[in-house]
């Protein structure tokens, strides 16, 4: 359940800022996400909205990521694997263990929904495979 007293705004703009910083630092992910973000500014802003919404409870954020990440060429296992692996990085530097602990919750329910939705809409006549925990 989202609620607005654990984190500030401003702690979602830190995580946002510092995960995107670390994914257009890495060599796997940045080419993927180079490809397909024309403006930064404004996807940040989106992502801010987005996270607010799950933490907060704000209701800022309208949209389906679904089919924008169903349609990107070539995701795998490994892809998904790296992009937690950035965010647990970012989350753990907050002194803040709830926010912390809530927004790894939320990213990896969204990592593990995208890349089932990924091979369902990719590969439809093979069952999905679970994203291994590390």
């Known amino acids: 359940m989202a609620r607005p007293d654990f984190c500030t705004e401003e702690d979602i703009t830190a995580l946002v800022h510092g995960f995107y910083g670390r994914v257009r630092a890495d060599a ?21 909205r987005f996270w607010s919404s799950l933490l907060r409870g704000s209701g800022t954020y309208t949209g389906t990521p679904m089919p924008k990440h169903v349609a990107l060429p070539g995701l795998t296992a490994d892809m998904f694997h790296q992009w937690l692996s950035l965010f647990r990085e970012t989350t753990q530097q907050f002194s803040n263990p709830e926010f912390a602990e809530r927004a790894q919750d939320f990213a990896e329910r969204i990592a593990r929904s995208l890349w089932f939705g990924y091979q369902i809409n990719n590969e439809p006549e093979r069952l999905p495979t679970e994203l291994a925990h590390d």
């Open 28 to 48: 796997m992910l940045a080419p993927v996400f180079d490809a397909q973000i024309q403006d930064w500014d404004k996807h940040l802003a989106i992502m801010c």
